[in-house]
């Protein structure tokens, strides 16, 4: 649906680069890291979401023609625009696989390419890597509580405009099994379900008469929606009517839909109402403000529930509307850089890195990343990034590399996996990670730490740096 | 930059439709309204901004090739694809002007089409108007207490992906001055700035060389960010440095950029630095995690700064991420219809209606809206919605039509204005409500009222509801 061109930025990376450009050090190397902070939802962890859509549209990223004039208007230069006008990006990007569970401050993904590119291309990756990651996140969070449930995305409608459209994508990755967003169903082909609103009831004269036309036209998945004018009364009733009316014609009434009032209550009550029918395989599907807590809230409820319709809270990440993701320099012109800054937790780290995921003899997850230098095959001794006391030797793990090389030359080297297959893969991952970081309330801090080298590269780079000053 | 095609829309809608084909109810009319329930921000009004976007891509919605071959495969039927490969929306659209302050609970705009069409509508329409009037309202508070200070959409990489397009757009409509997102600026004619990032002042290997090399390229719209290693005692005097030796070239440097620590005290600190060198047409713009309560105080604190740049806060609408506005059936098949709940507010008002504002004999607006059916000229006793016994004459008073019909045929009637008009429009209407309604804290509940006509009817209809049950 999006068509990206590479204005798609911030001024300011166009700024820089013609200074760059006009400098002749266009061609100067540079490193980047992407990062976040700080986790959003107090959760205990992140699923890193959004690599994919962001490969192929850098893969091809260009200046339009209409780019061009209207960057002419706003003063660039013509033999910048020239070069612009046939940039592409074709860098390298090392990255951890998408799904993959994440954690704050260190390295998710790096770009490795020309000063130029790097920087062109920070705004979209930050906009479609930190929007992903946090509503995958999100969308995780309630398929943790919601078991074997089916969720769906019914989001669109109140989505930040078309932000919407990769919402339901990420929500697909964090365990959602379905949307009702039908252009994202088609482009990311995600099964797409959709039963009526009150409007269609309400377009009729009576409830009964709405249901049996809806049925007659949507025999194989027929959701009757049931509290339009009063459920316990009316639209339960009507909907037994109609499911019985459809046994006879050797159909099946697959669900009826809940939409307001005390869904714990009503839900229990329709239950009640279907097995007294003998419709016990009618299923109750339940919208209505729903979040990971009144997911969770509903089950522990015993709420008869089979399938949560999710909306704002999902595709919005209510309460956190966005993931603090950065995009730091760490390399450049042949040289290590580094950002220092009054608040410790924001002095950046130098250098190209790998991350470790440490683990146990028997592949369990310890609950600890560690970060070296790139060429760093493995990490003897882990630092506290900051604390300078703490450290840990990491001998008798094992140490998986979480960065990868996924674009090389601009070019897409992995093939590029269903969203299902994204989705299980995250799944395995987040089963990996012991309960103790899933939990709702202060979940456990996952541990961050440096190899012994970065750490005295990083602070040879402190001193140095305040020596200057 | 962003195509539409029909198929942005919620699956039920066409689940729906293909019911309303089949039983040949595709032409039947139908009146829908879209309003809200609640302001958000704890704001006392909000501003309406979206429609013209709106406008533009209902004129030329359409399904494509594309979309109905995946309808296809979905199982929707033949004769419904076919009769979709030809639908356009030909219907009226009345609304409320964009840019112009509204209120809960009242009708901001009306459809009337056939109810395919306003079915298939509903998910874009209530998508694009709920996030930008959000974004316009939380820009608008930034306005009220900004004074005359710029004020700068720096939000696209926290953005929720592509939705921060439209972020940008409502923010100008709701007072901001320009951007940086370039997309953005080139398709809606708005101002784009830009200056640098830390990155630009690391990549060197000291920072005076960085602002020489960057001032020497942009002499025009200078703006040095001095944060990168310590403001007052490197970035500010290297800042100066530079200033003077543009200076010395006839050229003057615009700004420095502060975007960490406490930006009062360096606003502070920095401009009396500047002023001591004789630099008092330097401008300080601040940044990082601002909104408009950190600007507030900033200006209670007498914080010298002239720019504000605001990011996440701004276009993700932090901390209330959607509009709560919905979409409802008031009038089908030659009827009027509602939609009664357990919850009071949330009972529909039925029929075609038009909107009242309430002025004084000196043209002020008194603080009330008030709702009747379409074809009353003017209102002569105010109901309140819910309560039986609060009324109120409007005999003496002024009063102005809202809702305009603004789409007729499916084709757009008025002139497309420009960012700045609406803007402006939306500044003079903002004008025009007491002080009360826009304090930050508990503000004026503006009122809302239905004439004794519609009051009349919507009981009637309730009444006539409650006794099918």
Redesign the interface.
Known sequence: ?????A??????????A??YF??G?KD?Q?V?DYYFRKLPFKSGYAIFSGLEDLLEILSTLRFSE??LQ??KE??FEKDFLEYLKNLQFKGKIYSVKEGDIVFPTRPILQVEAS?IEA?II??IL???L???TLIATKASRMRLVAGDATLLD?G????????????TRAAIIGGFNGT????A??DFDIP?????????V??Y??ELTAFR??A???P?NCVLLVD???TL??GIPNAVKVAKEMEGRGQKLMAVRLD??DLSYFAKESRKMLDAAELDYVKIAASNQLDEHVIKSLLEQQAPIDIFGVG?NLV????D?????V???AF??G?P???????II?ITLPHKKQVFRIKDENGKCIGADAIGLYHENSIEEMHHPFEPYKSMSLKHYEQEALLELVMDEGKVLQKKRSLSEISEYSISRLSELPIEYKRFNNPHIYKIGISETLKQERDGLIKM?KN??
Do not use: C, W
């Open positions: 649906m999006n068509q990206f061109t204005t798609y930025t911030d001024q300011y990376q166009l700024s820089m013609q200074v006009k400098n050090q100067q540079a980047f209409d780019d209207f960057l706003q003063g000063i920087q920070e705004t930050l906009n479609l930190n929007f992903q019914f669109l409608r109140r989505a930040q405009a078309s932000g919407g459209y990769f919402a009702s967003n039908v252009v169903g088609k797409v379900s959709g039963t009526m609103a009150h409007s269609f309400q377009s004269d009576d036309d809806f007659e036209g949507h194989e339009t004018y009063n009364k009316s307001s009032g704002t919005t990440g209510d309460p509307g966005a993931l603090d993701g995009y730091k320099l450049s012109a040289k850089r580094i950002k220092i800054s009054e608040s924001k740096q200057k000053i």
